[in-house]
């Protein structure tokens, strides 16, 4: 079975430093990888995903995440963090049933940017 | 603008008795999910529909149903809540291309307390 675990349930950052959540994988075969983002009394929305290819995948809102196969790895991060990326982000692997793609989510990591 | 539409945003009812939550997509997806997401965890898949066809998780308990009477809306059922199932549910849908890697949209899901 496939999983994803996100090191670090809240991440604090100042607006401006650098912002990195961690996601590390399991998977018996190649995965596809996604992060997606929860604000506030919303839903999620995707912000990358990695499927094949470029090892690097940039999304939405200067974000972008580096697949590393040898770390089993797809942490997200962004340059300079600002008050708005304050958020719930999750790490998913999926697995192809065939005709939908059911997620594997992480627990999440809750980002806080202060000024 | 909203394309994933859940109501009621808020839900309680009492222990044992049956509720129902509803989701409407305005994308014409022909796939449909319903997550589960209790406090501080991971969302869940519990189950989703390729059109008419309705595919369980192997550890979906049988208190949860579903009903999706056309494309457009789709019904989770709880037939007696129980405590342990104050949670977030989480509507979403996504086109069928057979590859495993799509883009979810996800509803704003509805929050359902257990009295």
């Known amino acids: 079975a496939q999983s994803v675990t996100q090191l670090g349930s809240h991440v604090s950052v100042s607006e401006g430093a650098l912002v990195l959540l961690r996601c590390n994988y399991s998977s018996s075969v190649p995965p596809y990888l996604f992060w997606y983002v929860q604000y506030p009394n919303q839903g999620l929305q995707l912000l990358l995903k990695?499927?094949?290819?470029?090892?690097l995948v940039k999304g939405i809102t200067g974000f972008e995440a580096e697949f590393k196969k040898s770390e089993t790895s797809f942490h997200l991060t962004k340059p300079s963090a600002h008050m708005s990326d304050a958020a719930e982000y999750f790490c998913a692997v999926s697995e192809t049933s065939g005709t939908a793609s059911k997620l594997t989510f992480g627990t999440g990591t809750r980002l806080q940017v202060t000024l | 603008d909203a394309m994933v539409i859940q109501n009621p945003r808020y839900q309680v009812t009492q222990f044992g008795k049956p509720v129902t939550l509803s989701c409407s997509q305005t994308l014409n997806h022909n796939v449909m999910y319903w997550y589960q997401q209790k406090s501080s965890q991971a969302p869940k898949l519990l189950f989703h529909?390729?059109?008419?066809?309705?595919?369980n998780e192997a550890d979906t308990p049988d208190n949860f149903q579903s009903r999706r009477p056309n494309t457009s809306f789709c019904f989770l059922d709880i037939r007696s809540p129980g405590l342990g199932d104050a949670a977030m549910y989480l509507c979403?849908?996504?086109?069928?291309?057979?590859?495993?890697?799509?883009?979810?949209?996800f509803g704003s899901g509805t929050q359902l307390s257990v009295l």
């Open positions: 979403a849908t996504s086109r069928d291309t057979g590859m495993g890697n799509e883009k979810l949209f």
């Open positions: 529909y390729y059109d008419k066809d309705f595919n």
């Open positions: 990695y499927t094949t290819g470029a090892t």
